[in-house]
């Protein structure tokens, strides 16, 4: 998630479409050290804010495999302003590992005139203070198959090789109209724009409702980068996409599968509990002052209902496949006390 802009509230261009800069940082962290950059453990920090749904699924990868020892993790407030993200959760608003305030920081030492957006997820060199890589697709994906050496014991395999094509071929459907379909109507800067995004999302949600009422996952019969991909967007999408996007054909929870489906990878170790519905809210409806000018953040919904039952494991499916569940978050790492469902993730935690 971007802060590119002179203020944290530019995001519609007026009369326009919405276009996703994809243009990242694109150096990798690999076991042969190819772009500079070899896998190697507490060499790298991990800034991911639990606001930011692409951020978000680096830290349930990371959460999932067990990489904790090995990439430590930054964790930005939920707000930012015009010039990035800011550590203002920690003591003095300095982030503990890296020494700084911004993250722009780790840009611009890197990359002196860096032009582009400052994002979340990126991966920074604890020593030389440098952004590696914000390319968020490729690193979870290089987690999965680049990391597999400081993996916990029971690691699930989240890249299955004989499921990649597969995969990658959901993932790219998923991006291109939900992912970012919701952010195309919401940041829609004219009618027709917002009409299109609007009618491709639901189309897609109507079709992810069909495939799932007969499978337990997306790809295969365990969780897979897949499911990470689309979680990330359902979990944000009655507290935010619904009403501040204008997504409103109708809420998550209104979707039987979709949302039954949802709240089996909710109460899923490394997915409830790295999900601060809170921190969502106050992100979006705070920087994004274009569509909601007041800044007032909605006091609703309840998200209790992620805690009920949902019948998905009737479907069958083993969520770790051959392995395990992951422990529970490191002290430091837990949930925003105070942010609600602290019974759930106490569930997760001990699951």
């Known amino acids: 998630m971007s802060t590119q802009g002179s203020t944290t509230g530019s995001y519609v261009e007026p009369g326009e479409e919405y276009t996703r800069d994809t243009n990242y940082i694109e150096d990798r962290i690999t076991r042969d050290g190819r772009d500079g950059w070899p896998v190697e453990a507490g060499r790298y920090r991990l800034v991911a804010a639990r606001a930011c749904p692409w951020a978000n699924r680096t830290a349930i990868v990371r959460r999932l495999l067990g990489l904790e020892d090995a990439i430590s993790l930054g964790l930005p407030g939920p707000t930012h302003d015009a010039r990035s993200w800011t550590f203002d959760l920690d003591p003095d608003g300095l982030d503990p590992v890296l020494g ?57 395999d989240l890249y299955p090789e004989h499921l990649r094509a597969e995969i990658d071929e959901v993932n790219d459907l998923v991006f291109r109209d939900v992912n970012n379909g919701v952010y195309r109507a919401g940041f829609a800067g004219s009618q027709e724009a917002y009409e299109k995004a609007y009618s491709r999302l ?28 689309l979680f990330t967007t359902l979990a944000r999408f009655d507290a935010v996409y619904h009403g501040h996007f204008k997504c409103n054909r109708n809420k998550l929870t209104e979707m039987p599968v979709l949302w039954a489906y949802a709240r089996d990878l909710f109460q899923t170790p490394g997915f409830g509990d790295t999900t601060d519905f809170e921190q969502i809210k106050q992100h979006y409806y705070v920087v994004h002052s274009d569509i909601n000018p007041t800044g007032i953040v909605p006091a609703g919904p309840d998200a209790s209902g992620w805690l009920t039952a949902h019948g998905r494991e009737l479907l069958g499916g083993r969520p770790f496949g051959d392995g395990t569940p992951p422990g529970p978050p490191l002290p430091a790492e837990r949930a925003t006390e105070g942010h609600g469902l602290e019974a759930t993730l106490a569930h997760i935690s001990r699951a």
């Open 202 to 229: 639901f189309d897609r949600l109507d079709w992810l409702e069909k495939r799932l009422a007969g499978q337990r996952y997306l790809v295969g019969d365990t969780i897979t980068e897949a499911d990470i991909r």
């Open 100 to 156: 700084i305030h911004h993250l722009q920081d780790a840009y611009f030492r890197r990359f002196a005139d860096y032009p582009r957006g400052i994002t979340v997820p990126a991966i920074v060199e604890i020593a030389s203070g440098k952004v590696v890589t914000n390319d968020f697709p490729q690193i979870t994906l290089d987690f999965e198959t680049e990391w597999t050496e400081h993996h916990r014991d029971g690691a699930p």
